[in-house]
Structure formats: C-alpha cells, structure tokens
C-alpha cells in the first residue's frame, strides 16, 4: 500500500507536473494507494470551480481502480469530494475517519483535536448541502473562495503549526480500544509516532508538499517506512 497525504497541488505552487510524474511511475505496479486529503490545495468539486489539474487527476483514478484500490479521505483542503466526485475512486469519504476490514484506520486528521473550536465551527459551517447550495450559485464564486480560504491561513497560527501530542494519543487509544491495529493520519506535515503497550501504532505521515515521501505500508508483514517516491519498488 503507498499512501500520500498533503500534498497541496496547485498550479500557482508549480509542483504539478512532477506530482503526476509520480502517479505516472506508480503505474508499474499494482499496489493499493491511498490519499489522506489535501492532496490539492483546493479542491471545490463542482462545475466552475474545478481546474485541470483536479480533471486530470481524476481521470488517471479512473482510469486505475480497474487494477488496484484507490482511495481518498476528504481533507481540510477538499469540499464535496465524497458528494460528487466518490465514483472516480474505489472508496471516497468526508467522514473523520474509514476503517478497513483489516483493523486500519485512515485519517485526515483535521477533527482529532478538538480544541481547536474555531477551526471546528468553521468546517461545520461550509461543509454542508445548505452552503454548498449557495456556493454552487455565487457569481465569482470561485474568486471568492479562494480569497476565503488565504484569509483563513492567516489565523488560526497556534493550532495549525503545533502537534497536538496528547489529543492524537487520546484519539489512538480510544480507537486501539475499538479494535484498530494501526491508524494512518495526515494534516500536520509532521512525522510522529505513538506505540501503546501491546505494539498498536499511530503515524502521523510526513507531508508530501515539502518532503515529497510518501508512506509504504506492507501488509504480510506489517512493516511502515516513509520514503522519497522516486524510491517506490515498481
């Protein structure tokens, strides 16, 4: 399993034409690929809003779930994904987190500190048909949401860039309590790792953005190791 998680993907960043150089690499080979959210900086999936990058991508899932598991969490960074676009993947989700038959847990990780109130009452706010409905119909509206969004980035500062150590261990024991094996989070362009007692793990994934890793994941034999893509068995 290859997973990749924030990888902000925009035309402005300039960091698409190496971005689907991987995907095009990731081609020689079969393996389940997971995407952990904000793999595009924005992605508002509806007519007007999307870009080419956004058509192009989901062409190429489209075009791969015939052979391997694609999969895609819904991050902070995506709006209406799972409502619009779930078809292009083998599994599409906005919710905080989807379990697989196997006992691992895949996050975004956007929700697990809940004390990041603001942040919180802002999600609920746009994630929702009532907005979507408006949004759908605003003239400019995709000049707007971008102007909405780079206002947000400016606040906020504490909770974005500070790793929430003790709510990601309360969020890994609740669900190690559930019967999860080992969780798979993005979010906070940070690697970490939490082991309870009886060897159950949490990862928080290094952002592609700026490391260009993705995270292998081997089933058989449950090893997880954090690597350049260029360094991806095909």
């Keep these: 399993m290859i997973i990749i998680t924030d990888a902000h993907i925009s035309m402005a960043a300039g960091n698409q034409v190496i971005f689907f150089k991987m995907l095009e690499s990731f081609e020689k080979n079969n393996h389940e690929l997971i995407f952990l959210g904000d793999i595009f900086d924005l992605w508002v999936a509806m007519p007007h809003y999307e870009e080419e990058i956004h058509r192009d991508f989901s062409a190429w899932c489209r075009?791969?779930?015939?052979?391997?598991?694609?999969?895609?969490?819904?991050?902070?960074?995506?709006?209406?994904?799972?409502?619009?676009?779930?078809?292009?993947?083998?599994?599409?989700?906005?919710?905080?987190?989807?379990?697989?038959?196997?006992?691992?847990?895949?996050?975004?990780?956007?929700?697990?500190?809940?004390?990041?109130?603001?942040?919180?009452?802002?999600?609920?706010?746009?994630?929702?048909?009532?907005?979507?409905?408006?949004?759908?119909?605003?003239p400019f509206g995709p000049r707007i949401t971008r102007s909405i969004k780079h206002r947000f980035k400016k606040t906020n500062r504490k909770f974005r860039l500070q790793l929430p150590k003790a709510q990601l261990e309360d969020f890994a024991k609740a669900r190690f309590a559930e019967g999860i094996q080992v969780i798979f989070m993005g979010?906070?362009?940070?690697?970490?790792?939490?082991?309870?007692?009886?060897?159950?793990?949490?990862?928080?994934?290094?952002?592609?953005?700026?490391?260009?890793?993705?995270?292998?994941?081997?089933?058989?034999?449950?090893?997880?190791?954090?690597?350049?893509?260029?360094?991806?068995?095909?």
């Design 63 to 138: 075009s791969q779930k015939s052979h391997r598991t694609i999969g895609y969490m819904e991050g902070n960074h995506e709006y209406y994904l799972a409502n619009e676009r779930a078809s292009d993947f083998t599994w599409c989700s906005e919710n905080a987190w989807r379990r697989d038959d196997g006992g691992v847990l895949f996050v975004h990780g956007d929700q697990v500190n809940r004390r990041d109130k603001q942040y919180l009452a802002f999600r609920k706010l746009v994630k929702n048909k009532i907005l979507k409905f408006i949004v759908c119909r605003l």
């Design 187 to 234: 979010h906070f362009h940070q690697q970490y790792l939490y082991r309870n007692p009886d060897a159950k793990e949490l990862h928080v994934l290094p952002d592609w953005f700026s490391t260009q890793k993705v995270t292998i994941f081997h089933r058989d034999s449950n090893e997880i190791q954090s690597i350049h893509w260029k360094e991806v068995d095909t």
